[in-house]
């Protein structure tokens, strides 16, 4: 190869690396600008088995709106210019829920603003820190069958060895 082939080689993914950095850095996927507010989803409290929903008005004007858990409707009504409200959607124990905010208008059918998937996976029972028993544990049960199996073959070496070299 050629210095200057060598070179292009080196040189291609720090200069990729380097217009990475470039790039603008902002989350994806990003808000709407056109969109009437947003939402943002809190993880789900154990204690209550509630998940956090923030709806912030982004407009100068009053957005209706309809909030939706697994496509069953939990909250509708309207947020005020620039404000943010909160609602509280259940979840669940063991099980999970599709959040969804529709934006609501006279003139046009629903329009979906935000989606996002909760999981309440809460430990249960009065033990919270504790697990249920269920059975002897694996790595025990995996180290005495390795341990059982050297023995086998052990011993099927010792025998082999004892009859193989047999002189005629």
Known sequence: MRIGTRLVMVCLPLGAFLLFL???AHAWPGSDTGDPFTMTVDGVACRTGRATVRLHNQTRQLARFDLKSDGVSVASGSIPARKTIVRHVRVARGSGAE???FSVSD???ETLIDSTRLENDCPW???RKQLPFTGPPTDLLAKLATAGGMVVMGGILWWYGSIWPRSS
């Open 99 to 101: 959040i969804e905010a």
């Open 107 to 109: 003139s046009a059918p």
């Open 125 to 127: 029972g009065h033990h």
């Open 22 to 24: 470039t790039l603008p």
